[in-house]
């Protein structure tokens, strides 16, 4: 009834809020056990990698940063290798795959015709723009939600995704059935993310507890020390397609829309190409395909969410 319970609050969120993708960086550390129920199609993912478009020279030549990427030979990528349906490493075949490892491997392939051609750099929720003010990456894509804070410090592409935020509880949790039920709780979220001042607007009487990673913040959970976890759907869906007898999804989707972009230098014109980019991915049908491989089958939803806007 539980993973009922989680397909049927995903469908929801699909079809009211353009589906939901967010923010996360796990730990290296973490044990990654994935069951073979929601594995990745790692043939279908690969595939459709390998067939993405390639720039012309004079789209390229179009843009400062992108000429930069393509004249060093490989894009610097700020990313994770732990996020369940999003960028996770295959240690048996060394390989990145997940909806935003799709993403900046088709934009590798976009400039520099090879789809390996990547680093990455792990990144987690407080250090995103740091690797981008430093010069250390290139991008960042990281279901990374767009605020104004951010775009003082860094610019972003996109959004191409959204996301809100949900309420995660130890399995057979009767006492909270929503957001509304965390008033007296004590409740982990994410440090550097937008889950504090969603907290603060949203459950202002909770006793609000913050961890640097999302592993830190379940473990908690598991461990009794709070009594909830709120932040990111689509995060907390990771944790329930891996653990579904763990964990239960507390009521709806609540907050405002997050837009997640791709980060870039502050004032960078490679806002534009990138921009550019997810337009002909969305137009041609490999930014579905895509969702349909990372998410979709894995999760048994059937028809992929609209695109957001781009821009």
Known sequence: MRMKKM???LLAAALTASFSVSAFAEEETEAQTEDLSVAIDKDAFDELIASGVVADDETIASSEWATAVKEAGVLRVGGTRTSFLFSQ????DDSLRGFDAGLYQLLARYILGDETAYELTQVDSSTREAVLQSDQVDVVVATYSITEARQEVISFAG???TSQQAVLVAAGNTEITGVEDLAGKTVATQAG????????EYAPDATVQEFETDTEARTALEQGRVDAYVTDYTLLLNAIVKNPDAYEIAGDVFGPEDNYGIGLPLDSDGVDFVNAFLQEIVDNGTWESLWQISLGDRTGIETAPEAPAIG
């Open 159 to 161: 959004p191409y995704y």
């Open 7 to 9: 397909i049927a609050l």
């Open 193 to 200: 993310s937008t889950g504090p001042e969603i907290l603060a």
């Open 89 to 92: 490493l295959d240690e048996t």
